[in-house]
Every structure is written in structure tokens, then in C-alpha cells.
């Protein structure tokens, strides 16, 4: 079935540094491939999605690019802030019209001030 | 205000005990879901309704059941609850199609 393997467990930094998180894919076709973010206490929110090769999403500083060669969609942030501090999460739908959102484990970041 | 409600926001209960929850979304969307978190925060999604109809019914035990009245309304029942039903329970809505999906803030349920 379609999986979501992403950094497992915690990326600890300090502000102004670059923030990238690991998302690789299994999946048949041209899943759609998104990030969200989860604050404590709050449901996940969404980030952006990217559903063709080589397309680029991105939203509030982060950016991430569909790369069909290689199954990623990687995350990246040029310089975070203490305020993204958050769980992320990757994940993928089937195909551009399917509804059944795999995630992945989840990537907890944490920005030191 | 648009978005996704939860209630309630905190569960306790005993093993064996009946638990509903309820979700409205005020976002106009088509599709609703009921998604599960566990301690390690590993979400999986339940079920996923569309214009009440059921779409999506992954592999959940029996005593769980959804009960949607209308396209912007999505309930949860769990009849007789186990410890390993502990968890968060989230409400998404989206458009069917892939579309980005919104969350509410969840409903966290103990079971003693």
C-alpha cells in the first residue's frame, strides 16, 4: 500500500538556522504530496501541496519540491524562528482526485531561542 | 467564523462505557473524516464521509461507528470502549478531490 517514510523523532535547532525534513514516498502514479503542522494542543493545520513532478509548494517560508526520481518531497526553511516550533507532518493522496491522506510519522521541531 | 468544532474537548471514561463525539465544520465542504492519534502522534484516518455517504471505512473495530446528518456534521459513536481507544480523535473537512483537508482541534479521550 501507499506509504509516508519521513526524519523520525526530533530536529533540534537554534533560531536563524535551515530546517530540512525528510519526506520520501511509495505510491503508484502521481500522488499529491503535502505538509502540515501540528501546534500543541491544536489539530494539524495545512502547509502547502504540490501534485505534479517538479512542482514547488511552499507557504510561510517553507518550500518543498515534488521530485518524482527520487519519491521526495523534502522540507525545507531558510531560517526558522522559535515560533516553528511544531510537529510536521508529509503526506500523500493517492492521486489528484483521492481523499485517503496517508501520513507520515511526524517530525517534531524545536527552535531554541 | 469558519472552521472545523469539535466537542467535547476532553474525555474521560471506563472500559466498557458508550462515548459520542461531535463535529461540525462551517467551511461549506463536501467530505468529512474522523481520524485517530495515538501517543506517539501516528495519524490514521477512520472513515471519510461525502455528502453522507460513507467513502472511506478503513480497518477499525465494530464499536466504532460514524453517523453523519448532513454534509456539515460528522459524529463519532464508540460503543463499549477498550484502553487501547485512548487517543486523540480529529475531524477534518475538505472539497472531494484531493483537496487540502482542515482539522479541528481534536477531542482527547481516556479510558480508564
Known amino acids: 500500500g501507499d506509504s509516508v517514510t519521513q526524519t523520525e523523532g526530533q530536529v533540534a535547532l537554534s533560531e536563524e538556522d535551515f530546517l530540512t525534513i525528510h519526506c520520501n514516498y511509495s505510491a503508484s502514479g502521481y500522488p499529491a504530496l503535502f505538509w502540515y503542522v501540528q501546534y500543541p494542543g491544536e489539530g494539524p493545520q495545512f502547509l502547502f501541496r504540490?501534485?505534479?513532478?517538479?512542482e514547488k509548494g511552499s507557504s510561510r517560508g517553507f518550500e518543498a519540491t515534488y521530485d518524482k526520481g527520487t519519491t521526495s518531497f523534502h522540507l525545507r526553511k531558510a531560517s526558522v524562528q522559535e515560533s516553528d516550533s511544531a510537529v510536521y507532518y508529509c503526506?500523500?493522496?493517492?492521486?489528484?482526485?483521492?481523499?485517503?491522506?496517508?501520513f507520515g510519522i511526524g517530525t517534531r521541531v524545536l527552535v531554541r531561542p | 467564523e469558519t472552521a472545523v468544532f469539535q466537542t467535547p474537548n476532553y474525555h474521560v471514561t471506563q472500559v466498557g462505557n458508550e462515548v459520542s463525539f461531535n463535529c461540525k465544520q462551517t467551511?461549506?465542504?463536501?467530505?468529512m473524516y474522523w481520524y485517530k492519534q495515538d501517543s506517539k502522534k501516528l495519524l490514521k484516518i477512520m472513515f471519510s464521509?461525502?455528502?453522507?455517504?460513507?467513502?472511506v471505512n478503513e480497518t477499525v473495530p465494530r464499536r466504532f461507528s460514524p453517523q453523519s446528518s448532513d454534509k456539515a456534521h460528522l459524529n463519532l459513536r464508540i460503543k463499549s470502549v477498550e484502553p487501547e481507544d485512548s487517543a486523540v480523535y480529529l475531524c477534518?473537512?475538505?472539497?472531494?478531490?484531493?483537496?487540502?483537508?482542515?482539522f479541528g482541534p481534536g477531542t482527547r479521550l481516556t479510558v480508564l
Open positions: 464521509y461525502n455528502n453522507k455517504q460513507l467513502i
Open positions: 503526506a500523500l493522496a493517492p492521486n489528484s482526485a483521492g481523499n485517503k491522506l496517508t
Open positions: 467551511l461549506g465542504h463536501d467530505t
Open positions: 504540490a501534485s505534479r513532478d517538479k
Open positions: 477534518a473537512s475538505s472539497y472531494l478531490g484531493g483537496r487540502e483537508q482542515y
